[in-house]
């Protein structure tokens, strides 16, 4: 694999993969190489496929020249690249180890277990009853699709996932998410809790880009 990755500077990878031609090709070329090798190199214990890597790369990549001019130079340039593809990377497994899961199973997966059937002496008393607070109202307060989505959602299950299981969308998931936790919130509060318990709980579902 060519070494150019380690010459360019940030500027320089910035205006080849902005301009055309066979700079912005070789350019991108180089990058997807180096992409590649990182990802083989962070996933090799994972035993994940080079197809995998590939389309990892290849989503990554798009990303990156949609995004480019939103480099703000924090870190250096192929830094910030890995950490795109990684997190592309990320999410084509979470579809991947959801992918033969029904809407069902997730939200089963995701079912939060009642206070009395909880036996811990490591977990904190008060965190169990807000939990058993967020349990009820799920149980009682949210229609069934909201019901299935925020328990899919506590499982893991990415939003576009939800969505293919639903045959809906991702917007039309984030909808029922949003409203759910409306009625998550009032419950919490309307139970005696503060906004910090509130956010303690719904900060803590899962989310994904």
Known sequence: MSRDHLLRTDEQWIAEISCSGQVREKALAELRATLVAGLDRAFRQSEVGSTLIEDATQEALLRIVDRIQSFRGDSRFVTWTMAVATRVMLSHLRRAHWKNVSLDEMAAAGLIP????????????????LL????TSIENDLTE???QTIQAELAGAPPEVIAER???????VYKLIHDARIRLRRAILDAGWNESSVKSVLNGFATHG
């Open 132 to 135: 058993e607070v967020v349990r």
């Open 145 to 147: 699709r909201q019901r």
């Open 114 to 129: 009642p206070l009395a059937t909880v036996v811990s002496n490591d977990e904190n008393l008060d965190r169990l009853r």
């Open 166 to 172: 639903m045959g809906s969308n991702r917007n039309a």
